[in-house]
């Protein structure tokens, strides 16, 4: 879980509940238009989706790259290779985080938010689910793959392609 990330949904979701209580209690009446038909997925909801999909497959797989290291016996190289995966799936999240928290604070505007909210949770916690169940589909084929990667990564440099001057190593201390 991310440091603070599900405490803040949490205080969120109890503060729509507690509004929604509020406005039931008053008696509001009127029709508001909600966010998107019963079972459907707007735009906004989409790239949430998308974004939800491809942190926990970035999390799931990236553990093929430890297993790639140690296969390897470069287990440094396969760490900078699982750090690479961890900071595009952390730059995803700084995406998916805002959104999530405006589709959240503009419903709770609306009487029929905590439908809504709720419908939009499971859409979530189904690209979740989807994304373990792929990456855990995927993880022998990335295994081989990143095992190739670190491979290749380790490969030093042909002299064709070193630099023309020599590095000269000088013994002792600097003038």
């Given at each position: 879980?991310?440091?603070?990330?599900?405490?803040?949904?949490?205080?969120?979701?109890?503060?729509?509940?507690?509004?929604?209580?509020?406005?039931?209690?008053?008696?509001?009446?009127?029709?508001?238009?909600?966010?998107?038909?019963?079972?459907?997925?707007?735009?906004?909801?989409?790239?949430?989706?998308?974004?939800?999909?491809?942190?926990?497959?970035?999390?799931?797989?990236?553990?093929?790259?430890?297993?790639?290291?140690?296969?390897?016996?470069?287990?440094?190289?396969s760490f900078s290779l699982f750090n690479i995966l961890v900071l595009v799936s952390r730059t995803a999240n700084?995406?998916?985080?805002?959104?999530?928290?405006?589709?959240?604070?503009?419903?709770?505007?609306?009487?029929?938010?905590?439908?809504?909210?709720?419908?939009?949770?499971?859409?979530?916690?189904?690209?979740?689910?989807?994304?373990?169940?792929?990456?855990?589909?995927?993880?022998?084929?990335?295994?081989?793959?990143?095992?190739?990667?670190?491979?290749?990564?380790?490969?030093?440099?042909?002299?064709?392609?070193?630099?023309?001057?020599?590095?000269?190593?000088?013994?002792?201390?600097?003038?």
């Amino acid at each position: 879980m991310r440091p603070g990330g599900g405490r803040c949904a949490a205080e969120l979701y109890a503060l729509m509940v507690r509004r929604m209580r509020r406005l039931r209690q008053t008696k509001v009446t009127g029709s508001f238009p909600r966010s998107h038909a019963e079972g459907s997925m707007d735009r906004q909801l989409a790239i949430v989706f998308a974004l939800t999909f491809l942190i926990n497959l970035i999390g799931s797989l990236a553990y093929s790259v430890r297993i790639a290291g140690v296969r390897t016996g470069r287990i440094a190289l396969s760490f900078s290779l699982f750090n690479i995966l961890v900071l595009v799936s952390r730059t995803a999240n700084t995406f998916q985080t805002p959104l999530l928290a405006k589709r959240i604070e503009h419903g709770l505007h609306v009487p029929s938010a905590v439908e809504d909210a709720l419908g939009d949770f499971r859409w979530l916690l189904f690209a979740a689910s989807l994304a373990t169940v792929v990456g855990a589909v995927l993880t022998p084929t990335f295994q081989r793959l990143f095992t190739r990667a670190v491979e290749a990564f380790a490969q030093p440099l042909a002299p064709e392609a070193s630099s023309s001057r020599p590095v000269s190593r000088r013994p002792g201390p600097p003038p």
